[in-house]
């Protein structure tokens, strides 16, 4: 069994960022009380929309930190399995009958194809690792 993995190249796991996010949102109501404190009221709706948009950005940043792409040959069996967004697809084709398909040369990702299924797989390479990728696949496949 021979199994290739892809993933997010993200700096933050969702713990990291959480701890981080607690701290930033301990600083921002630190900043606001002193500025409460000597009589500024203004300063909660500010905060507010700060820490509103943050927590958006934050949310959306780790709704997408855990993707991956991975690819298993076992056998003549070839599985694709993505998860993106929390939602994850597996789809299996037949080494024998399997094919890669490569667009253009400047695009990012290649299709594995066989009658009637098609996956796009490669979102998360680098350039450099991309046809390396590809040569490695071949000789599974029939």
């Not at 190249?9 to 109501?29: D, H, R, W």
């Not at 076992?74 to 994850?88: H, N, P």
């Not at 390479?125 to 490695?136: G, M, P, T, V, Y």
Request: with cysteine; hydrophobic share 45%.
């Amino acid at each position: 069994m021979k199994i290739w993995k892809m993933r997010r190249n993200c700096a933050l796991t969702p713990s990291q960022l959480l701890k981080f996010y607690i701290a930033l949102v301990c600083l921002s109501l630190t900043v606001a009380t002193g500025f409460l404190l000597v009589g500024v009221k203004m300063i909660l709706i500010f905060t507010a929309i700060e820490l509103t948009a943050v927590t958006a950005g934050f949310l959306i940043y780790c709704r997408h930190a855990l993707d991956y792409e991975e690819i298993e040959i076992s056998g003549t069996r070839l599985l694709v399995r993505k998860f993106i967004a929390y939602k994850e697809s597996v789809t299996e084709f037949n080494t024998r009958w399997v094919k890669l398909s490569h667009l253009e040369e400047h695009q990012k990702v290649f299709f594995v194809e066989q009658t009637g299924q098609r996956v796009e797989v490669g979102q998360f390479l680098r350039r450099e690792q991309f046809k390396s990728l590809i040569a490695e696949l071949k000789p599974y496949l029939g």
